[in-house]
């Protein structure tokens, strides 16, 4: 299937623990992104990456460690787990475009710390 | 304030009518809007997507721009119950970079 998607789809742990979670997207888009949903749906950009190269960080705790391998894949390392990290993650990707384009969501990645 | 900003609603409507969805956005050089739909515990879906000032028509989705005032709006005719979801409406700003700004949502109700 042609798609964006992210591994794990739940992740249940506990405060200090560290996380990752991966995404792929198969769409050859140059651009993919992590965004963070609230328990309130607010959906907030975390950081986008450009061919491999970071283009946007916004005011994310540094314990937030994304990676890029390749174009395709954008995974998101988590350090020091606290409760309020607590959220939805959701992966995203987008073709290249001068006025921007749609976002492709991968299904989120539901996170609970304890 | 906020860079965008929509109606957090609940709006609810009967089945049939027209739901009308509006948001307005900060940054004046800001490129291009998207309306995304929710469903809850899903991930967001690309609605409408319009650039210039004007009205851009899709099925019985209508995206309406107007630059001069920033604001963008999204009209839904003859409402379905599947309409049901969080609205998303989507700003891309050149500012900091090409950076897309989601406001809050606003929750739509549709009533069989």
């Known amino acids: 299937d042609t798609a964006v998607s992210q591994t794990p789809k739940y992740l249940v742990t506990q405060m200090g623990n560290d996380k990752s979670i991966k995404c792929e997207q198969n769409?050859?888009?140059?651009?993919m992104y992590w965004y963070k949903q609230d328990s309130k749906k607010f959906l907030k950009i975390m950081f986008s990456?450009?061919?491999?190269?970071?283009?946007i960080n916004e005011t994310v705790p540094n314990r937030f460690s994304p990676k890029s391998p390749d174009k395709a894949h954008l995974n998101l390392h988590i350090n020091s787990l606290e409760l309020g990290d607590s959220a939805v993650y959701f992966c995203?990707?987008?073709?290249?475009?001068?006025?921007?384009?749609?976002?492709?969501f991968g299904p989120g990645t539901r996170l609970t710390v304890t | 304030q906020k860079e965008v900003e929509q109606n957090s609603g609940p709006l609810s409507v009967p089945e049939g009518a027209i739901a009308s969805l509006n948001c307005t956005y900060s940054?004046?050089?800001?490129?291009?809007f998207f309306w995304y739909r929710q469903y809850s515990g899903k991930s967001p879906e690309l609605i409408m997507s319009?650039?210039?000032?004007g009205d851009k028509e899709d099925g019985r989705f209508t995206a309406q721009l107007n630059k001069a005032s920033q604001y963008v709006s999204l009209l839904i005719r003859d409402s379905q119950p599947s309409d049901s979801a969080t609205y998303l409406c989507?700003?891309?700003?050149?500012?900091?970079?090409?950076?897309?700004?989601f406001g809050a949502g606003t929750r739509l109700f549709v009533k069989a």
């Open positions: 989507a700003v891309t700003t050149l500012s900091g970079g090409f950076k897309t700004i």
């Open positions: 990456y450009n061919n491999k190269e970071l283009i």
């Open positions: 319009i650039y210039s000032n």
């Open positions: 995203a990707s987008s073709p290249p475009g001068l006025a921007g384009s749609q976002q492709y």
């Open positions: 940054d004046r050089g800001s490129q291009s």
């Open positions: 769409l050859g888009h140059d651009t």
